[in-house]
């Protein structure tokens, strides 16, 4: 099995909709860094997992310098649920770590 990790950073904002009163239902934003790890068993043609650069500006082209809740008006745009989004784009991709601050990161990560 093969494995890359490209690691990127966004700036987004977003307003959380919770269940509780939070200062995170204001809108606000944060410089994410976006770990996305994929595999293959086999290298495609060029020798590859996935090419870097294409993770990076799939994700980013989406992403960056936009209010997530513009893109996501169905969905609550938590770290956890942008990190299964990120997943879903990737079909290499296994998991995705994202680091909205410093102490705050969230991941999700396929079943085997």
């Known amino acids: 099995m093969y494995y890359i990790i490209k690691k990127f950073e966004i700036s987004a904002s977003h307003s959380l909709k919770l269940s509780y009163q939070s200062k995170c239902e204001q809108l606000h934003g944060h410089n994410w860094i976006i770990e996305v790890h994929?595999?293959?068993?086999?290298?495609?043609?060029?020798?590859?997992?996935?090419?870097?650069?294409?993770?990076k500006e799939k994700i980013q082209s989406q992403l960056d310098h936009r209010n997530l809740n513009d893109i996501f008006p169905d969905m609550n745009?938590?770290?956890?649920?942008?990190?299964?989004?990120?997943?879903?784009?990737?079909?290499?991709?296994?998991?995705?770590?994202?680091?909205?601050?410093?102490?705050?990161?969230?991941?999700?990560?396929?079943?085997?």
Request: hydrophobic residues 35%; contains cysteine.
């Open 38 to 55: 994929a595999r293959s068993e086999k290298l495609n043609r060029d020798g590859m997992v996935i090419d870097f650069g294409h993770v």
């Open 77 to 112: 745009t938590t770290a956890e649920n942008l990190a299964k989004w990120i997943c879903d784009q990737i079909p290499e991709c296994y998991k995705v770590m994202i680091q909205e601050s410093e102490s705050n990161v969230a991941w999700y990560e396929k079943d085997q």
